[in-house]
């Protein structure tokens, strides 16, 4: 494992950069899709809220713009203009990037109403891992039902809803279409907004919906299945990388060694080693001497 180490400077940001300046600097995988949430956003926005597609045609266009390109956080702003009040809000959110269809219905104070998942864990084991082609056709078949579930568990409609929060990457492409085209589908119908979010941005901020205390800045280690962050969050848009892997991410450790070893996989690698661990004891564990040395590239260290 090797964490690779990002100061300022090594990525060509100068001393004194503006932190939305840093941050698409030092986070290019993070800050894309928040540009490409607009692509998503206010297809059809309530009263009194109206966008024109020329407009909207027109926020894209200065947004690829370098000289007059707004921050993410900027359009982030400007594209929720058109949602109501965080005491009124009532959100759908989608999940489909990767191998779980999962949706929920969530209040703008953060309570959460209902949750509803799909596993593909019988699918995981078959083909050793996530295929995407068979995940994208297990979200199709799921999608419908696992939404309706979220809203009839919340004891809500499509017709109560604010919004639609839909997960936009990064994740499987296959996938990340599914929950997208059922997004689509709803707004449409129901004249809602649409709001595309960031895998990776939901979940370093999901801490500040369990821990209503939680306030910027704050620093977040994201170790989800392919990634691996270090990151400081500076505010919503604003993030500075601060380190991640040269090499396989700790989830896809865990699941291929659980793989190796025959273990059940159906809940995940992490889940099987732990399991095979507390089987073990004191007595008979060997511990292992892992040596800290730096590898080739001079900014990062292994072991």
Same mark, same amino acid.
């Given at each position: 494992?090797? !964490?690779?180490? !990002? #100061?300022?400077?090594?990525?060509?940001? +100068?001393?004194?950069?503006?932190?939305?300046?840093?941050?698409?600097?030092?986070?290019?995988?993070?800050?894309?899709?928040?540009?490409?949430?607009?692509?998503?956003?206010?297809?059809?926005?309530?009263?009194?809220?109206?966008?024109?597609?020329?407009?909207?045609?027109?926020?894209?266009?200065?947004?690829?713009?370098?000289?007059?390109? #707004?921050? +993410?956080?900027? !359009?982030?702003?400007?594209?929720?203009?058109?949602? +109501?009040?965080?005491?009124?809000?009532?959100?759908?959110?989608?999940?489909?990037?990767?191998?779980?269809?999962?949706?929920?219905?969530?209040?703008?104070?953060?309570?959460?109403?209902? /949750?509803?998942?799909?596993?593909?864990?019988?699918?995981?084991?078959?083909?050793?891992?996530?295929?995407?082609?068979?995940?994208?056709?297990?979200?199709?078949?799921?999608?419908?039902?696992?939404?309706? =579930?979220?809203?009839?568990?919340?004891?809500?409609?499509?017709?109560?809803?604010?919004?639609?929060?839909?997960?936009?990457? +990064?994740?499987?492409?296959?996938?990340?279409?599914?929950?997208?085209?059922?997004?689509? =589908?709803?707004? =449409?119908?129901?004249?809602?907004?649409?709001?595309?979010?960031?895998?990776?941005?939901?979940?370093?901020?999901?801490?500040?919906?369990?821990?209503?205390?939680?306030?910027?800045?704050?620093?977040?280690?994201?170790?989800?299945?392919?990634?691996?962050?270090?990151?400081?969050?500076?505010?919503?848009?604003?993030?500075? /990388?601060?380190?991640?892997?040269?090499?396989?991410?700790?989830?896809?450790?865990?699941?291929?060694?659980?793989?190796?070893?025959?273990?059940?996989? /159906?809940?995940?690698?992490?889940?099987?080693?732990?399991?095979?661990?507390?089987?073990?004891?004191?007595?008979?564990?060997?511990?292992? /001497?892992?040596?800290?040395?730096?590898?080739?590239?001079?900014?990062?260290?292994?072991?």
């Amino acid at each position: 494992m090797h !964490l690779i180490v !990002l #100061p300022a400077e090594a990525a060509g940001s +100068p001393a004194g950069t503006p932190p939305g300046k840093m941050a698409s600097t030092l986070l290019p995988t993070l800050l894309p899709p928040v540009s490409r949430a607009a692509a998503f956003l206010l297809r059809t926005p309530p009263k009194p809220f109206r966008y024109h597609h020329s407009l909207f045609r027109s926020l894209l266009a200065s947004a690829s713009s370098p000289s007059t390109s #707004p921050t +993410p956080r900027a !359009l982030v702003t400007m594209a929720c203009a058109a949602i +109501p009040t965080r005491r009124d809000l009532l959100m759908l959110g989608i999940e489909t990037s990767c191998d779980d269809t999962a949706a929920a219905v969530v209040r703008g104070d953060g309570e959460i109403l209902s /949750q509803a998942i799909a596993s593909q864990s019988d699918l995981l084991v078959k083909w050793g891992g996530v295929a995407p082609k068979m995940a994208e056709e297990a979200h199709a078949l799921a999608i419908d039902q696992v939404v309706q =579930k979220a809203l009839d568990d919340a004891n809500v409609s499509e017709s109560d809803l604010s919004a639609v929060a839909v997960t936009i990457g +990064p994740g499987l492409s296959l996938c990340l279409r599914v929950g997208v085209h059922k997004a689509r =589908k709803i707004a =449409k119908v129901f004249g809602l907004p649409i709001v595309g979010v960031h895998h990776m941005e939901a979940h370093a901020l999901v801490s500040r919906l369990v821990n209503k205390d939680l306030d910027y800045p704050f620093l977040a280690l994201l170790i989800s299945g392919g990634h691996n962050l270090l990151v400081l969050a500076q505010n919503l848009g604003e993030y500075v /990388q601060l380190g991640t892997t040269i090499d396989d991410a700790i989830g896809e450790a865990y699941d291929k060694s659980a793989r190796w070893l025959g273990l059940d996989i /159906q809940k995940g690698g992490g889940p099987a080693l732990e399991e095979l661990a507390l089987e073990g004891s004191d007595a008979t564990t060997q511990r292992l /001497q892992f040596l800290l040395c730096w590898s080739e590239d001079s900014s990062s260290i292994g072991y």
